[in-house]
């Protein structure tokens, strides 16, 4: 089921609008608890995973635009990706950092890095 992210799109709450050139949807990730003891089995260490999950962060690379006011002293807010296939992740989202770059001889980019706070909801 292969794919590419061409025409995905992102909108914010707050109405943050911007021209996408690359996304990096957020890892998610649970953190192992050891549960070794000194009469473990095999001489081997075992592990549970944590009940919480961290849903991690989306970056996001733009065109940037230096007339725009980026959102980075906002609340968290709703944010909902779409994907070309019409799938939608669904978050909480606050801007926590906003990286502008302007070469001598190329287009101008900014790096932005959104944390999600709370589940992703997938439909």
């Avoid at 690359?22 to 592990?47: L, Q, W, Y």
């Avoid at 961290?54 to 996001?60: H, P, S």
């Avoid at 690379?61 to 779409?82: H, M, Q, Y």
């Avoid at 296939?85 to 926590?96: E, N, Q, V």
């Amino acid at each position: 089921m292969a794919d590419t992210g061409f025409g995905i799109t992102i909108a914010f709450e707050t109405g943050f609008l911007a021209e996408i050139i690359d996304v990096t949807p957020p890892e998610m990730t649970r953190e192992e608890i050891e549960t070794s003891h000194t009469a473990t089995t095999n001489n081997a260490k075992t592990f549970i995973m944590q009940d919480l999950v961290d849903y991690g962060e989306l970056q996001v690379e733009l065109n940037f635009d230096e007339t725009a006011t980026p959102p980075i002293t906002g609340a968290f807010s709703a944010c909902v990706i779409t994907f070309g296939s019409g799938t939608t992740w669904s978050f909480s989202g606050a801007l926590k950092s906003y990286a502008p770059v302007a070469p001598i001889d190329d287009r101008m980019t900014a790096t932005a890095t959104i944390k999600v706070s709370g589940k992703i909801t997938i439909a």
